[in-house]
């Protein structure tokens, strides 16, 4: 397999504007357009999903695979916000008001504070990675999704010597999240990588899927997606970045630790304490009632991105450290 990575760019910090200061719309948006910067829809309100997202960037990464259908990724989704069932999301997720979205970036960093979404997303071209997505439970999809690599993100706010990991938090908003109100799992929902994960090109900060703006079930406005790890991992609907010095807390990590690590690496080797790793079963939304019968494929290694990320994890026993 071959994939080609592209070497990280080099963003100025001095092109972070605290939300605070007056931003010249105007001028910011020429200077996004000469620059061939991301475009996001500049559209007030709430109701983005389904808009096309423009100036995305296709890449060679998974053009050899079978994206699953949109429909088939925006109704089978795990977002606990919003209820525990599979088809939850997108009968509730209606409630979340994707726009406008501050996040904060707090911890070891010389610049710190809160952001507006466009002020993270925009300085940076957004692209197409369509990745292999494998879920704990034993199926798997291809994703066609829209994004940044969060590296490149992160970079421009110059994590010190210090920020040894990179913490996330989901909103906490019980209007906009009405499960939230339930008893289930602690909220925020959190997540964590170490620094040089989330410093890795193949990271990515989501913001799109099939070239659109991503839906609310899927974890809008943005979600990280990691592709060599277990799709709780991937955190959506984020509020808060922070790097920081000890290993960050990780919702299924706090509710069930015999079962789910800290690094959650795909791992067909290591089954979980109920059921194996080795198979998955792929959904790609064709074939209708077919599709649940569909053969289960073998379960690689790192998603099969052992390639890419396998130095990561030198000389650390996966069996241990899963
Ligand atoms: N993020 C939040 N905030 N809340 C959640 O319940 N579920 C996780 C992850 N991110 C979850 C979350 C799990 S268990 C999975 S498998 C993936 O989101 C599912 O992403 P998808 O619905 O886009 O396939």
New binding site residues.
Partial sequence: MLIRIKKPSDVKSSEITPKEAVLNRRAFMAAAAASGAALLPAIAGPALAGTRLENVKKTPWGEAEMPATLDA?TS??????FGTGKTD?KANAHTLKPKPWAIEIAGHAEKTGSFDLDQIIRPHQLEERIYR?R???AWS?V?PWVGVPLGDVLKRFNPTSKAKFVAFE?LVDVKQMPAQGSPG?PW??V?GLRIDEAMHPLTLLAVGIHGEVMPN???APV?LVVPWK????????IVKISFVEKQPLA??NIQAPGEYGFYSNVNPNRSHPRWSQAKERRITGEGGIKALFAPRAETLIHNGYAEEVASLYQGMDLMKYY
């Fill in positions: 990724i089978h989704n795990n977002f606990y916000e999301p997505m879920c704990v439970e999809m994703i989901t799992l925020p929902y997540e079930q899927n974890g979600r277990y799709g709780f991992k991937g955190i959506k609907s919702t299924w």
